[in-house]
T-cell receptor, first 112, second 110 residues
Framework: NAGVTQTPKFRILKIGQSMTLQCTQD?????MYWYRQDPGMGLKLIYY???????DKGEVPNGYNVSRSTTEDFPLRLELAAPSQTSVYFC???????????FGPGTRLLVL | QKEVEQNSGPLSVPEGAIASLNCTYS??????FFWYRQYSGKSPELIMS????GDKEDGRFTAQLNKASQYVSLLIRDSQPSDSATYLC??????????FGTGTSLTVIP
């Protein structure tokens, strides 16, 4: 049981490039989340999903897109990367909306 | 007004002492409350969850919730150097979104 896995662990992007951050969970959780964490700051919700085919915006969705075609996977797409998107990105999952969230190891992204 | 506020610290306590971490929140309708521990360069891991007023104890950790005053706290008894980390308070205001505080940095001095 791997829990929540994320790839890649670290990536450097040039301004204007795009990429997809991968997230997979094997706990059969319906709820999945994407957060970003800037240095010295808390976690900000980017997007979340309550089940396959259903996604919704969080606090800071601009510049990102998501899709949820299966229960297990919840990729985050960055289009036209900007330096402001330099951050650590965490994916999380939970069995229900008010239940404990389990976090992946994170992806560190640097946009230059 | 921020949804969830924490004293950023840093908070330093000697080994064996009690560490007290506090968190206030703005949404009175909040239903569930969580404390996460985050070591430097790692992902958050759950310490405690609490849903009703009062105290909840788990080993050396006690979470306290007061909905009337809109605060939640975490007490760590017999603090150990391994407790040195950033502690994040998270609040779910009855919905699908969690709001996290900026975290309190705790250092336990041997």
């Amino acid at each position: 049981n791997a829990g929540v896995t994320q790839t890649p662990k670290f990536r450097i992007l040039k301004i204007g490039q795009s990429m997809t951050l991968q997230c997979t969970q094997d706990m059969n959780h319906n709820y999945m989340y994407w957060y970003r964490q800037d240095p010295g700051m808390g976690l900000k919700l980017i997007y979340y999903s309550v089940g396959a085919g259903i996604t919704d915006k969080g606090e800071v969705p601009n510049g990102y897109n998501v899709s949820r075609s299966t229960t297990e996977d919840f990729p985050l797409r960055l289009e036209l990367a900007a330096p402001s998107q330099t951050s650590v990105y965490f994916c999380a999952s939970s069995s229900a909306g008010q239940e404990t969230q389990y976090f992946g190891p994170g992806t560190r992204l640097l946009v230059l | 007004q921020k949804e969830v506020e924490q004293n950023s610290g840093p908070l330093s306590v000697p080994e064996g002492a009690i560490a007290s971490l506090n968190c206030t929140y703005s949404d009175r309708g909040s239903q569930s409350f969580f404390w996460y521990r985050q070591y430097s360069g790692k992902s958050p891991e759950l310490i405690m969850s609490i849903y009703s007023n009062g105290d909840k104890e788990d080993g050396r950790f006690t979470a306290q919730l007061n909905k009337a005053s809109q605060y939640v706290s975490l007490l760590i008894r017999d603090s150990q150097p391994s407790d040195s980390a950033t502690y994040l308070c998270a609040v779910n205001p009855a919905g699908n979104q969690f709001y996290f505080g900026t975290g309190t940095s705790l250092t336990v001095i041997p």
